[in-house]
């Protein structure tokens, strides 16, 4: 079973960028699909973003089309989030989730098929 750890986060301007990190552990991301989720106190979680094993078709959330970018290494170890653009309303304790997954070109959305979770990354971003 992979382990993931995010790194990455921080405190910025609005207008600034921060790119965050998800590093896999125990094996790499050949057989995960890869997501992006943040969470406000007293909201539920929103997938941000996420990536299938082959690396089509992202997800992105509407709000950050545009402005977020993800991709994952040559050697399926590390996906990040290119964070372009922050708004405060961006601010959020930013997850990264994996999901072992036998369809290759198919990430979800959904948080309920995420069994692997980091503890987090906090990106603050002040107006």
């Known amino acids: 079973q992979v382990q993931v750890e995010e790194s990455g986060g921080g405190l910025v301007q609005a207008g600034e960028s921060l790119r965050l990190s998800c590093t896999a552990s125990?094996?790499?991301?050949?057989?995960?699909?890869v997501a992006w989720f943040r969470q406000t106190p007293g909201k539920a979680r929103e997938a941000v973003s996420c990536i299938s094993r082959g690396g089509e078709n992202p997800y992105y959330l509407d709000f950050v089309k545009g402005r977020f970018t993800i991709s994952r290494d040559s050697a399926k170890t590390t996906v990040y989030l290119q964070m372009d653009a922050l708004e405060p309303e961006d601010t959020a304790m930013y997850y990264c989730?994996?999901?072992?997954?036998?369809?290759?070109?198919?990430?979800?959305?959904?948080?309920?098929?995420?069994?692997?979770w980091g503890q987090g990354t906090q990106v603050t971003v002040s107006s």
């Open positions: 989730a994996a999901a072992r997954l036998s369809i290759r070109s198919w990430c979800s959305a959904q948080e309920r098929h995420y069994n692997v």
């Open positions: 125990g094996e790499t991301f050949e057989e995960y699909g």
